[in-house]
């Protein structure tokens, strides 16, 4: 079983990637452990911007056919680098796309609500709201292009994902329990 989240910044993908890591005893690959893992088995220096969410928007129009289809390969290879067909919950990475035609995969969105998503980030960096809300506004921009440019797909586009949820309305706990139960009921 594979368990992908994509997430809007401020909906505590982090934190709920992790909590499902322990409920099912597999492990959880955030940003940071996926960078640790492709060092360790030395393929980080082959895909440095697929780490990173730098905005890479304008370099996409450039780019001829065969190489967009080369890229769309990228977060398949990159990840089944590092995990294998290994049970565990990802974090981001385009995930979602890399694993969508894997047979134990449930690929989640988390969104929610700007102004308590902005509230969230503004506690957890001890920020002001102003500087809270732009970081959020960047973060979700990167990740919407980084997705784009690695999947040429609409990044939080239900069609993408097999469970989309409002994480400001139900909170980490919620959630958790509603991903941890849709993941049982599934074949």
Request: glycine share 6%.
């Amino acid at each position: 079983m594979i368990i992908t989240i994509g997430r809007e910044c401020g909906c505590m993908g982090d934190e709920i990637g992790k909590k499902l890591s322990e409920k099912f005893g597999i492990p959880c690959y955030t940003k940071k452990e996926l960078i640790r893992e492709a060092k360790e088995k030395k393929i980080y220096d082959k895909y440095p911007m697929y780490f990173g969410e730098v905005n890479i928007e304008t370099m996409m129009n450039p780019m001829d056919e065969d190489f967009k289809e080369r890229l769309r390969l990228t977060p398949k290879e990159v990840l089944f680098n590092i995990i294998g067909n290994n049970d565990c919950v990802i974090i981001g990475r385009a995930s979602n796309y890399a694993f969508k035609n894997r047979e134990d995969a449930v690929r989640v969105f988390l969104s929610g609500e700007l102004d308590k998503r902005v509230s969230y980030i503004s506690q957890k960096h001890d920020i002001s709201k102003r500087k809270a809300e732009i970081l959020v506004q960047e973060t979700d921009d990167r990740r919407k292009n980084y997705h784009m440019y690695y999947t040429g797909e609409e990044w939080g586009y239900a069609g993408n994902y097999d469970i989309c949820l409002d994480q400001t309305k139900l909170h980490l706990e919620g959630a958790v329990e509603m991903i941890y139960e849709y993941v049982k009921r599934c074949p």
